[in-house]
């Protein structure tokens, strides 16, 4: 059982460039989550869905993008790649409400130039 | 304001007891939760506490609520150097209408010989 799935583990990007990171999960659950962690700050959430077919903005929505595909996987896109955006990006789903744990994939490194 | 906080390093020598404090704003959080996270990797739900709890304990770790100060803790009996890693408080919150977690920045535990 392989959890919460990200791709690709590392990348480095050029400012301006565009890329997708991918989230896949396999326990069925319903929600998902993108955060992005930055030295002395935790974790902030940047997109999530409560539900296939829904997305909505979290606290640091600038500059990206997010699709649910399906409800394994959810997708985030940096349009444009800026050097602020150099962090890890983690992706996180849950079965449901109520306070439930939320399940983490190992993250993306990404550097940006 | 939604604001987690927690001290960012802690020091113990192996076989001590390592005592990890968080305090959280959202009085109507219903569980709160313990993280770790070794280098390179993502986040390891550790433990969580339902609001209506003083206390839990699971094998080597110990965690006190504190509700009324809003005081979270966490507790490693006979610390061990692979405890050694960035601990997470998270509140769970319900504000802005969708179930979210709120992360302190993480403290950072070293174990020494």
């Known amino acids: 059982n392989a959890g919460v799935t990200q791709t690709p583990k590392f990348q480095v990007l050029k400012t301006g460039q565009s890329m997708t990171l991918q989230c896949a999960q396999d326990?069925?659950?319903?929600?998902m989550y993108w955060y992005r962690q930055d030295p002395g700050m935790g974790l902030r959430l940047i997109y999530y869905?409560?539900?296939?077919?829904?997305?909505d903005k979290g606290e640091v929505p600038n500059g990206y993008n997010v699709s649910r595909l399906n409800k394994r996987e959810f997708s985030l896109r940096l349009e444009s790649a800026a050097p602020s955006q150099t962090s890890v990006y983690f992706c996180?789903?849950?079965?449901?409400?109520?306070?439930?744990?939320?399940?983490f994939g190992d993250g993306t490194r990404l550097s940006i130039l | 304001g939604e604001d987690v906080e927690q001290s960012l390093f802690l020091s113990v020598r192996e076989g001590d007891s390592s005592v990890i404090n968080c305090t959280y704003t959202?009085?109507?959080?219903?569980?709160l939760y313990w993280y770790k996270q070794e280098p390179g990797a993502g986040l390891q739900l550790l433990t969580y506490?339902?609001?209506?709890?003083d206390m839990k304990q699971d094998q080597r770790l110990t965690v006190l609520l504190n509700k009324k100060d809003k005081h979270l803790s966490l507790r490693i009996a006979d610390t061990q150097t692979g405890d050694s890693a960035i601990y997470f408080c998270?509140?769970?919150?319900?504000?802005?209408?969708?179930?979210?977690?709120?992360f302190g920045a993480g403290t950072r535990l070293a174990v020494h010989p």
């Open positions: 996180a789903s849950i079965l449901g409400g109520g306070g439930q744990p939320q399940h």
């Open positions: 326990m069925n659950h319903n929600s």
């Open positions: 869905s409560a539900s296939e077919g829904t997305t």
């Open positions: 959202d009085s109507s959080s219903t569980y």
């Open positions: 506490i339902f609001s209506n709890m």
């Open positions: 998270a509140e769970n919150s319900l504000r802005g209408g969708y179930n979210k977690l709120i």
